[in-house]
C-alpha cells in the first residue's frame, strides 16, 4: 500500500526562525512528489519534484528530493506570520492522481 | 483566469436529503477528482475521473456518487446525506502527465454540515 508520511504533524516557532518539514513515502512506480500550502481554504501549489538532489526554491522556501532515501524537505528561513498554514506533501505515482499525506500544521507566532 | 470552481462554498443540511456540489474547470484536464479533508486524517480521495464518461472509486467513495457528461463538469451527489460526511470537500483537475506527474489545481472548497 502506497504510504505518504509528513513530520512533524504540528509546529510552531517564532518569526524569523527557520524550519524544516519532512515528507518520507514508500509508494510504487513513484513519478513526483509536489508540495502544496493550505491557508483557510483550498491548497496552493508550492514546488514539483521529479529527480534526487536538484533543489526548487523560491523566495524564503525551498525544497529537495532524495529519491535514494525516498524523502523529501521543505525550508522556510525567516518565517513570517503569513507563513502560518498546513503544508501539505503528495506524491505522484500514475502520472495523474495524488496521494497525501496528512499534512503539517505550522504556526509562526510574532 | 486558470481556475476550478466549486459551488456552494457552504451547505447546512439535513440528514437524507438529496445534495448536489458542482465543480466546473476551465483548463480542459482530462483528469478531475473529489477529496474530503477531516481533521487529523489529511485529504482523501472519493471518486476521480480520467475523462467524459469515465470515473472510477478513490480511497473513501460509500455514500457519494459522481458523473462526467462533460470534461469541464464533475458534479458530487450524495443521495442520502448522513452526518458523518460533515467535512470539507475539495475538487481538483490536472493533465495526465504518465511520465513525471502532474501539479492539480484545487477548487475554493465546500464546507458541508449534515444534521
Known amino acids: 500500500e502506497d504510504k505518504v508520511v509528513q513530520s512533524p504533524l504540528s509546529l510552531v516557532v517564532h518569526e524569523g526562525d527557520t524550519v524544516t518539514l519532512n515528507c518520507s513515502y514508500e509508494v510504487t512506480n513513484f513519478r513526483s512528489l509536489l508540495w502544496y500550502k493550505q491557508e483557510k481554504k483550498a491548497p496552493t501549489f508550492l514546488f514539483m519534484l521529479?529527480?534526487?538532489?536538484i533543489e526548487k526554491k523560491s523566495g524564503r522556501l525551498s525544497s529537495i528530493l532524495d529519491k535514494k532515501e525516498l524523502f523529501s524537505i521543505l525550508n522556510i528561513t525567516a518565517t513570517q506570520t503569513g507563513d502560518s498554514a498546513i503544508y501539505l506533501c503528495a506524491v505522484s505515482v500514475s502520472g495523474y492522481a495524488l496521494n497525501f499525506g496528512k499534512g503539517t500544521s505550522l504556526l509562526v507566532t510574532p | 483566469e486558470a481556475q476550478v470552481t466549486q459551488n456552494p462554498r457552504y451547505l447546512i443540511t439535513v440528514t437524507g436529503k438529496k445534495l448536489t456540489v458542482t465543480c466546473s474547470q476551465n483548463m480542459n484536464h482530462e483528469y478531475m477528482s473529489w477529496y474530503r479533508q477531516d481533521p487529523g486524517l489529511g485529504l482523501r480521495q472519493i471518486y476521480y475521473s480520467m475523462n467524459v464518461e469515465v470515473t472510477d472509486k478513490g480511497d473513501v467513495p460509500e455514500g457519494y456518487k459522481v458523473s462526467r457528461k462533460e470534461k469541464r463538469n464533475f458534479p458530487l451527489i450524495l443521495e442520502s446525506p448522513s452526518p458523518n460526511q460533515t467535512s470539507l470537500y475539495f475538487c481538483?483537475?490536472?493533465?495526465?502527465?504518465?511520465?513525471?506527474?502532474?501539479?492539480?489545481?484545487f477548487g475554493q472548497g465546500t464546507r458541508l454540515t449534515v444534521v
Open positions: 521529479t529527480s534526487s538532489g
Open positions: 481538483a483537475s490536472s493533465l495526465v502527465r504518465y511520465a513525471s506527474g502532474t501539479e492539480a489545481f
